[in-house]
């Protein structure tokens, strides 16, 4: 170092600021740009058609601290709720039966979705080659691992504190039994983490955050308080406080392929794909959860489902992007009109199949069946009359050796499950628009309900190849396969399911389920 | 009453709709099992928070060792590349599932450390500007070595915090891939930590150059870190392996390069500078080493090593990959030395026997915690006798 320099150094050390100063998280955020390098294999690990560009900025700033300071304010005022003032009001014992066993399946499955967001967000954190842009999508990361954590948290405090723990305490392990798992799974699991990796974030961020976000984390919130559930809210509300930041992770991942000449081939391929994979299992499965788990309504789903997904999101969210080429996608109509039905045919079958659930369920009462018929006019014809019949015949009590599958099976309504979306649907008995096809591939044939999930399929049947569970089951006697996956509470032989949670119902056993002699058989043979 | 409830009534406080749900709840509760996760394998004697809320939050099915969910994946890549596959590593566990972090940090305890340390931050760095304590840094240290040196080690940090993206992408379990993320954003944090200093340092003294180009110019194009630049490039984007990536960042590259450069050079020289302000940050990144060695040493010691099936496997695995990541760290050393030429001496602190000692704590450390715990045979005086070799 030159004398001078040395010498100039020394004097500005005495003209050095005294005032106590210290440094913002957005003055160091504003170097992160510059953190990177050029270097020969400096390219993400997972293969995409677009190029994200180098110069992608984000909107939050965050920066590793600050981060960290901001979700603990909002930790503490959530835990402190959930352990100070809930639990001494015995809060989890003011919850109504049916919602407390919705919230058994809507925290644990979104746990799974906030879980694979975690891999998703890292894969893109991977791809994204603008330090900010990986940034947001690390914070983004950090975030699911909070939000993982806070499902848990809800299922481990109904658990501790509520009036059915089973199914709540076990989640984890007995999820996989059910009709509903392996939907959820593509929607929650895999379609986040398996694919181009801007699919992937069309898919989580795009789709699954910026459009179903507000009717899961936002909705259920008013449904759970309707229903004496002020855990949820605390919990989900402060969840939500994050997904700005992720929706914005979406929006800018759109902003970054936007000048690539991939996007105006692909990108609305790719988010109508998106659309109609993500809407397939929320639209039905949404909408039953609030329907029928809820003793208390606040709207029909069909009024929520318009609000959001198709104005806000169909019209504004997706009107924004309009000016990179993003349309509207073109499934939006079909899913338009599964937002009418596909609830009330998907909770027929799942109660059909109740046993194989981790929580009760519960058929409507006759002052839901009004509610459902002046809000769905048609509905009583259909479902009403079917589930007089169920209760008639017993449906509900253990000595009637009933179970409604049988009434399918009777009537000659098979049941199959879409090879796409793993839905389960019931093509001769059904109001919404499922369609049974079939195809053959490799000596295998599959069964699809619509459209848009065969095409995917046709293009790429390598993509989905997932067995399903009457595949998985075909031969094997129901009670035997609820034991298998741990379908019992901690005497050992009652079940965790139930077909009722009227508080003087009896509980069913491994043992009434038994001596039906229920053999599961795969419909796609008999074809 | 109705079962429309409008006007944001909550059943919690609404008397009418109150009196229905109590009516409905049955009069004792229905299942005496209340412990979430009652059937897990607690790494303790009971299962603690962080297991309750961690483990078995992934849906892995049973063919993926430790997995309680069967089957298939519902969506692949296209090809058909599976979600998440054995063949994503080289590593055989018999539970994926068995890591834990040792000090059974869920996201809450995390953030809750970190905002901690934030606010202690700010609340320093107040009191160090208004004492005037800059005043005594040696200005050479402080606009050279602080200004581009440190500056140029926080992209070492910065490329090791990337290499943390596709391993929590890839990996196979639920606790490793909270770990994973955790321990990749402490890296990201100490890359910030430095800029943070960096600019702090700008605020106070008039001349000081916070910009990055410098440090970057030096970190690309210089010879101090060279080899320190090639490792972590290969750690980076070169490893495709999550286990190896993890492996060689944080069991070889970072114990060995990261302690030099962090503790025997910035941290414990500072003092002999005038320059308190820096051992403040590195502190930091101290804590943060010492964490991630607990995490890091628990995946490959505690579970890998001594697997029920794979343990030998693993271990003659984990030996292969010292053998190929660790010349490349005793080679980022040794162009590290450069550095020494570049600062004013001191006599028994930067001359040859003082950075001698200093390599010996260093590889002594390793060796006591990395390399024994897996019979790696290690000749520690001859590396140091190569990184010396670099010393101008
Ligand atoms: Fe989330
Ligand atoms: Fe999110």
Known sequence: ?527 | MSIVVSGGKRGLTDPKIAAVILAAIPDQPLETQRKMNYFMTPRGKRINEYETLCCYTQPTPDWIPGGLDWGDWTQKFHGGRPSWSNESTEMHSSDWHKHRDPAFRWHALYVKDKAEEWRYTDRFLKAYSADGHVRSIDPIWRDEVLGDYLGAFGFSEYGLFNSHSSATRDCLGDTLRMSIAMIGLDKVDNAQMIQAERTFLAKLVPSFNESTDVPKKEWTEGSIYKGARETVEEIWQGTYDWNEILFSGHMIYDPLFGQFVRREFFLRLSAYYGDNLTPFFINQMQLYHSQTKGITKDMFHTCLAVDENFGDYNVSLMNMWSDKWLPRTVNALKDFMGIFAKIPTIAGVTDKAAVEAALGRVFEDWKRDYADPIGYKVDTAALIKTVLSGLK
């Open chain 1, 1 to 527: 170092m030159a004398i001078s320099l040395a010498t100039k150094a020394a004097t500005d050390s005495l003209e050095i600021n005294r005032a106590p100063v210290s440094v913002g998280a957005q003055e160091v955020h504003k170097w992160l740009q510059s953190f990177t390098w050029d270097f020969d294999k400096n390219r993400t690990k997972y293969s995409t058609k677009y190029k994200m560009a180098n110069d992608t900025k984000e909107q939050f700033k965050l920066i590793a601290k600050e981060y960290a300071r901001m979700e603990s304010v909002k930790d503490e005022r959530q835990f402190g709720s959930l352990q100070d003032v809930l639990t001494r009001v015995d809060a989890a014992n003011r919850v109504h039966p049916k919602w407390n066993e919705s919230m058994k399946v809507i925290s644990n499955f979104l746990e799974v979705g906030e879980y694979n967001a975690i891999a998703a967000t890292g894969m893109l954190w991977d791809s994204a080659t603008a330090p900010e842009q990986k940034n947001g999508y690390l914070g983004q990361v950090l975030d699911e691992i909070r939000h993982t954590n806070q499902c848990g948290y809800i299922n481990y405090y109904f658990a501790k504190q509520g009036q059915d723990a089973a199914g709540h305490n076990d989640a984890r392990r007995t999820r996989a039994i059910g009709p509903l798992w392996k939907g959820m799974k593509r929607v929650f699991s895999d379609g986040f983490i398996s694919g181009d990796a801007v699919e992937c974030s069309i898919n989580l961020q795009l789709v699954g955050e910026a459009c179903f976000t507000n009717p899961l984390i936002v909705a259920v919130t008013e449904w759970a308080s309707a229903n004496g559930d002020e855990m949820t809210p605390t919990v989900f509300l402060s969840i939500e406080t994050d997904e700005l930041r992720h929706m914005a992770n979406g929006y800018q991942t759109v902003v970054s392929i936007a000048n690539d000449e991939a996007a105006s081939k692909y990108l609305n391929t790719d988010l109508n794909n998106a659309f109609w994979t993500q809407q397939k299992y929320f639209t039905p499965v949404l909408g039953m959860m609030f329907e029928y788990g809820s003793h208390f309504k606040v709207e029909p789903w069909v009024k929520t489902w318009n609000r959001w997904v198709y104005e806000d999101w169909g019209g504004i969210w997706i009107g924004r992007l309009g000016k990179y080429g993003v349309e509207s996608p073109a499934s939006l109509r079909d899913a338009k009109k599964d937002a009418y039905w596909a609830h009330h045919d998907l909770f027929m079958i799942a109660y059909a199949l109740w046993p194989t659930g981790f929580f009760r369920l519960t058929l409507p009462t006759a002052e839901e069946a009004e509610w459902y018929e002046a809000n769905y006019p048609g509905w009583y014809d259909m479902y009403g009359k079917v589930y007089e019949e169920w209760r008639a015949r017993g449906c509900e009590d253990p000595n009637s050796g009933f179970l409604p599958l049988q009434w399918f099976i009777e009537n000659n309504h098979p049941i199959y499950i879409d090879r796409v979306s793993q839905v389960p649907f019931c093509p001769s008995y059904s109001k919404g628009a499922s369609t049974l096809r079939v195809l053959e591939f490799n000596g295998k044939k599959h069964s699809f309900s619509d459209q848009w999930g065969e095409r995917m399929w046709l293009s790429e049947p390598e993509r989905y190849e997932c067995q399903n569970i009457f595949e998985q089951y075909e031969g094997r006697e129901l009670s035997e396969v609820i034991a298998e996956g741990h379908g019992v509470r901690s005497d050992g032989f009652t079940l965790i399911a139930q077909p009722h949670t009227s508080k003087d119902g009896r509980l069913w056993t491994l043992d009434d389920i038994k001596k039906i002699g229920c053999v599961f058989a795969d419909p796609l043979k008999s074809l």
